[in-house]
């Protein structure tokens, strides 16, 4: 299009060209051919598209000295020719080809500036402003060759949320993406353990998707991305430094197991990640040319990016799963288990007294009583776990002394609940937990210290809620009666709260300290 602007315009200005005006028709009339000669041969044809692209280079190069000696006036099209070959060094290769590029061009310029030098037509200062700008458009446009490789040219990863589609599968989910982004009408998607054992995974041919197991390696090439035509046996490479790496396919791909996909001309990709290794594999694509080996290196990094987003969420969910049944473990423990024992206490208490005599009627009501209170509060367990909101403080003091109360006749102590503030908001999560470490203190109390008295302080300072728990008990010690034993389930409890827990015990009392964050307090 260039050249025929270009041989249009001089047609109509009969002052040019200046020089060797036939030479110049027959030249221009000759490149225009050749450029037409190779778009039809390289529009479908990436392999001699990339064959060809230094011998056209040196082409267009030719064709700038060569306009650049004919023309000297306004229809001179030298800046435009002079960006054509700048622009393709840039676009194919990188800066140091751009630059090597600029050099020739600005040398040829001058040559021929320095050969008509002695003409009449020759204007010094126009020579002079079209010098500085050529060096100032190269010096641009290797800076662009320099900075190319930081670009990303298709997409980035922070718009493949919106890019994958609503499968649950995340192989069907990155292949749909990776076929999505490059146009094609089939691919696959495979992993293995390793990079040269067998894979399996998942192919779409036109729509129609099948899992597909491969028992030898599909790539044995060093390289990321590959494209490749099985029919002519090419496939084609790119290096770091963006020379091209040109091979046969039968020597670098598993061409058997491609031909099974249905694969004969199109893009293979290595996935490379943390948790995966494997193949990306796209044909049938409409445009193939040499900038999919570009688009190959963003669509691995795109895969491996929802291969290990899917990996991650899924670890999510198994911590959150984990983390709830532990919480359930010790809410269980805390609560029913306790209760069991503070009943099979009361039990044993009743066969001892039906022993020696004594009625134990009126027990057998209490301990009925009891039951169906703690009925009662499994219930309320239940229905505070699905409540979103929280408490006040008073209301909060009000269940803590409830429970005091039921432990007290569950145990058979006293136990007391004294507040030391009525302003506050307790998260529900929180308030479950106080619950439950009540009454873990208070049957660790009976049971290990054989305590008859639980004095409960309950406050909120700083924004913490601290809970202070003292008993009469002997105390619980080690074996040599060492520092005091920290029990673990309160312990478990308040580390996962993100509290603090400290312990002071000896033969006559012990005293147990828990502060607890309030964060996310607020109703």
């Keep these: 299009m260039l050249a025929l602007l270009f041989l249009v315009s001089i047609w109509f200005d009969q002052s040019q060209p200046t020089h060797f005006a036939a030479q110049t028709y027959t030249f221009i009339l000759l490149y225009v051919l050749v450029a037409l000669t190779l778009a039809l041969l390289t529009w479908r044809n990436w392999w001699l598209d990339a064959r060809i692209a230094i011998p056209a280079h040196f082409v267009d190069m030719g064709v700038f000295t060569a306009i650049v000696f004919s023309t000297n006036g306004y229809t001179s099209p030298f800046f435009l020719f002079f960006l054509l070959p700048l622009l393709s060094a840039a676009i194919r290769w990188g800066w140091r080809e751009t630059a090597l590029t600029s050099a020739a061009l600005v040398l040829f310029y001058l040559t021929a500036g320095l050969l008509v030098s002695g003409s009449q037509t020759f204007e010094l200062q126009r020579f002079i402003v079209r010098s500085g700008h050529l060096l100032i458009l190269s010096a641009l446009l290797i800076w662009f060759g320099v900075h190319q490789q930081f670009t990303r040219l298709f997409f980035g990863v922070d718009e493949i949320d919106r890019r994958i589609g609503r499968s649950e599968d995340p192989i069907r989910q990155a292949l749909d993406l990776a076929m999505s982004a490059a146009h094609a009408r089939s691919g696959a998607l495979l992993l293995g353990a390793t990079q040269d054992g067998p894979s399996a995974g998942l192919a779409v041919d036109h729509g129609i998707e099948q899992p597909v197991t491969l028992d030898l390696p599909l790539f044995r090439a060093a390289e990321s991305k590959l494209l490749f035509d099985l029919k002519a046996d090419h496939a084609l490479a790119r290096r770091e430094d963006g020379q ?215 406050g909120v300072d700083d924004g913490q809620l601290r809970l202070e728990v003292t008993d009469n008990g002997s105390g619980f010690f080690t074996a040599n009666g060492g520092t005091p034993i920290k029990p673990w389930s309160l312990k478990e409890r308040v580390d996962r709260a993100q509290g603090s827990l400290s312990l002071r015990s000896d033969s006559a009392s012990t005293n147990i300290l828990i502060t607890l964050p309030l964060r996310g307090a607020n109703p």
């Design 244 to 458: 091209y790496r040109f091979l046969s396919a039968a020597s670098v791909l598993g061409t058997d197991a491609l031909r099974g996909l249905g694969a004969q001309e199109g893009l293979v990709a290595r996935i490379h990640t943390a948790a995966h290794r494997g193949w990306l594999v796209l044909w049938d694509i409409g445009d193939l040319s040499v900038d999919f080996l570009e688009l190959g290196v963003e669509l691995g990094s795109a895969v491996g990016v929802v291969l290990e987003r899917n990996a991650l969420l899924s670890a999510i969910e198994e911590g959150a799963a984990a983390r709830t049944r532990l919480s359930l473990a010790r809410d269980v423990h805390d609560n029913v288990v306790q209760f069991l024992a503070g009943a099979a206490f009361r039990v044993e208490a009743m066969i001892r007294a039906s022993r020696t005599g004594n009625e134990v009627e009126p027990d057998l009501k209490e301990l009925k009583g009891l039951l169906i209170e703690e009925q009662g509060e499994i219930r309320s367990f239940v229905s505070a776990l699905r409540r979103e909101r929280g408490l006040e403080l008073t209301e909060a003091v009000e269940e803590f002394r409830t429970l005091a109360a039921r432990l007290g006749r569950q145990w058979s102590i006293d136990c007391r609940v004294h507040a030391d503030s009525a302003d506050g908001f307790i998260p529900i999560r929180l308030q479950l937990d106080v619950q439950q470490l009540l009454r873990e203190a208070v049957a660790n109390a009976v049971r290990h210290g054989g305590a008859s008295e639980v004095d409960v302080e309950l």
